[in-house]
């Protein structure tokens, strides 16, 4: 059974950075590809990032690009979402997730095929 638990969320202004972090069951990183999602309010759930086992292909929701960054450090089984210039748009709750990676890159956000969820870490931002 894996388990996955965010902490780094909290409230920040526009134009500020916060670190999220997915503390993971061992081994989970040499055997899932990892990924973050958010849930806007009232909205649907998104892919926001995801990153496969060796750490060297990374895929980005368009909205995100050049200023998130995921990450993975296997020696602490800790994933990590570096965000930068954050956005009131960027308020959601955000869940680390873990998958079997995709056959198709295209399929990198389905959350669908998300195996194992974290429980989620509210972040917002003000303008």
């Known amino acids: 059974q894996v388990q996955l638990v965010e902490s780094g969320g909290g409230s920040v202004q526009a134009g500020g950075s916060l670190t999220l972090s997915c503390a993971a069951s061992?081994?989970?990183?040499?055997?899932?590809?990892m990924g973050w999602f958010r849930r806007p309010p009232g909205k649907e759930r998104e892919g926001v990032a995801s990153?496969?086992?060796?750490?060297?292909?990374?895929h980005y929701a368009d909205s995100v690009k050049g200023r998130f960054t995921i990450s993975l450090d296997n020696a602490k089984n800790a994933l990590y979402l570096q965000m930068n210039s954050l956005k009131p748009e960027d308020t959601a709750m955000y869940y680390c997730?873990?998958?079997?990676?995709?056959?198709?890159?295209?399929?990198?956000?389905?959350?669908?095929?998300?195996?194992?969820w974290g429980q989620g870490t509210q972040v917002t931002v003000s303008s």
């Open positions: 990153i496969n086992p060796g750490g060297d292909i990374t």
């Open positions: 061992a081994y989970t990183f040499s055997v899932y590809c």
């Open positions: 997730a873990a998958r079997p990676c995709p056959s198709s890159a295209t399929r990198w956000s389905a959350s669908t095929e998300v195996a194992y």
